[in-house]
């Protein structure tokens, strides 16, 4: 017999040394020399509150975190799909997911299912899974799949997660333990629901400092620094680190230091996006688990499952097309669902997107997370995961004093530009791979001008090998190479002269793609429906190991 | 699928049980619910370990019978080879189902009734115990099964009472019981749980106080001492294979 085991990595080593005894005391009032103890973190939403749970959590203790919250201003709500990092934040942070599930209007997200983004054709679909190929780290199986590529698609052939998400089941069992998955998993959420979670627990069990204010003036050091923000409500809140996350505004990096704005939208073109909130049928339609990005004549809609409705928007380049077409569109992409008479008058909001960033995210004593860093369309769900890994950032290098600061600042910088210019050539990819020319939209998306000269680069090297581990070049890419796997392979894409097939590796894919078939088959089996696991959860709750 | 009626004296007037037990019965599972008040019978022979229920995830205590699945070493066609059968399996094909009150009934309470499984292969009106007398009345096997009911009942309940102080106090920890046997042969056994002992030992003493006020220290002691039994069911094993060697 041996002691336990247990696969999911557990932070509980780092909750043990922040508990300890001799941590147990928090830093408050004016702090040594130029000590660093007291962050400020100026907005609410999503991304406040993620990054007040992040820090606070990892530097519990050590660091005094206070948010101030607008009362006037209500957080723009986008960003209802996770990326499977959210388990491990959420575990970080210390919610339960049991208590995520019945307080957020929480579902699964196993990846996203693209359709007709190649061609018009009602076929034409494909799954980027958040499960990575079978032994990807051993074997690049793409060019053994490639003569199959008519009998089976890449996804289905490489990795279960994709027919399973077909058959609309659910990516654990209730016996699994809490944050822990048969299949990689993320969520979908109702971004009204998780920042109200996120505040309670926050206050309660993270000690942050919750001021409900709003920010009046900026009062700076002589060295350039924020030494304070003034506030209508309650006075002046000094700090030694200040977080912006005040959304479109980015009150502290963009209005108060005035660090540039990069457009993007020369590159990625979709500038407006119209949601609207859409009922189920009945109680029991089961949920899907996957985002549904549908291509339409000058952008895409999406469509995410929550419990109690599904979200549906059409983000799209008003260059291409007029507001009233585009919400036409929408409005039909609906009317399966909800009926004509529904569908035409069903209330939609409006949502203008400025596609691009910050030309950088930390200035003196100033970083800025979430909208207020950067906004761009929603394609690959990328502001939440990019909201975690910012603040996670921060929390990990957290600056001890002033002097260290400007150091862990650069590498912020040096990171987050990286992480934006490979999430903008990451989603431009989904574009230039089209083979649809039925509107200007599609055509201008593939002019060369469009697409950055990294990604042109790529797609050159790709036509001779498979994309695959040398095109990472950060130990942590936001987008491994097999994300660009299955959106090449997905978009039918193939290589002309597949350079890293080794033959002697025949035999090892071929079982490879064998196992995986027998896997789907095992796992349709075990798996229960998305809706019921979830109603299950609620009710019994998920063990903790 | 079993198909669970309620007892009564007029349509199972001649109902008849066989109380043997048998691999064609059924009776071959690897693991069998045990209740904490039956821990001091159980921990003689079978080791004790928590499983998830697989219909809603809560832990339960069961003993362990066998190392793979469908394999219960104490059984064979000589019958079930131990001093103690648990609870859960004495029962068969008899269980409590609980009667939601009907409006305008006199107590409040819901009523505990006696079902039997009509497809369970031990139901008959040839072989084995009569359920009721000639005239309608309990037998005396009858009677024993209600007390054995109402005691599975209680169990119930206190397996609840015991695993969520268990869960309060963290106590609980994943088990991974590797076997190696003499052929060679390895065996993995996941999806178990038990007490923690790090974390038992490390209680302070009013957590142990409380443990002992509520009546269940003694049932995490004698499901420690039960793992002791794992020896047991691979000497089981052992002799097994030497029996089926040629």
Known sequence: MTAASFTLKCPFDLFDILFDKNYNKVVRGSPMSDQVTRVVIVGGGSAGWLTAGIIAASRLGQVQVTLIESPDISPIGVGEGTWPTMRSTLQLIGVSETDFFRECDASFKQGSKFSRWTSLSAEDDYYHPFTVPAKYHEIDLAPFWLPFKEKINFANAVCPQGAICDLGLAPKLITTPEYGGVLNYGYHLDAGKFAPFLHKHCVEKLDVNYIRANVTQINSRDNGDIQSVTTDLQGDVTGDLFIDCTGLGSLLLGKHYGIAFIARNNILFNDTALAVQIPYSSTTDNIASHTLSTAQTAGWIWDIGIQSRRGVGHVFSSAHTTIERAEQELRSYIQPAVGEKMAESMAIRKISINPGHREIFWYKNCAAIGLAAGFIEPLEATALVLIELSAKMIADQFPANRSTMDIVAKRFNSALSHHWQRIIEFLKLHYVLTKRTDTDYWIDNCRSESIPENLQELLELWKFQSPWLHDETLRIEMFPSASYQYIYYGMSHTIDAPGNKNNSKLHQAENLFMENGKTIQQLAKVLQPNRELIEKIKEHGLQKI | ?246
């Open chain 2, 1 to 246: 699928m079993p198909n669970f009626v309620l007892l009564n004296n007029v349509a199972h007037k001649n109902l008849r049980v066989i109380r043997d037990y048998y691999p064609r019965y059924g009776d071959n599972e690897m693991s069998a619910i045990t209740f904490a008040h039956e821990f001091r019978a159980i921990q003689n022979e079978y080791p004790i370990f928590f499983q998830k229920n697989p219909e809603n995830g809560k832990f339960i205590p069961v003993a362990l019978l066998g190392l793979r699945q469908n394999e219960n070493l104490f059984l064979s066609e000589r019958g079930w080879d131990a001093q103690y059968i648990p609870a859960s399996i004495k029962r068969r094909p008899f269980l409590i189902g609980i009667q939601a009150t009907k409006p305008g009934q006199d107590n409040n309470q819901p009523g505990r009734m006696v079902y039997v499984d009509m497809d369970s292969p031990r139901v008959n009106e040839t072989q084995g115990d009569a359920v009721f007398l000639p005239h309608g009345g309990y037998s005396a096997y009858l009677d024993s099964v209600v007390e054995l009911l109402k005691y599975i009942q209680y169990g119930t309940e206190l397996n609840e009472r015991f695993i969520d102080v268990l869960l309060h106090y963290e106590l609980l920890e994943v088990v991974t019981l590797e076997i190696t046997l003499k052929n060679g042969n390895r065996n993995n056994l996941a999806g178990f749980y038990t007490i923690n002992e790090e974390k038992l030992n490390a209680l302070d003493g009013n957590a142990v106080s409380d443990l002992h006020s509520k009546g269940l220290l003694q049932f995490i002691y004698m499901m420690l001492a039960s793992h002791s039994n794992v020896v047991k069911l691979i000497a089981r094993i052992e002799t097994r294979i030497q029996q089926n060697a040629p």
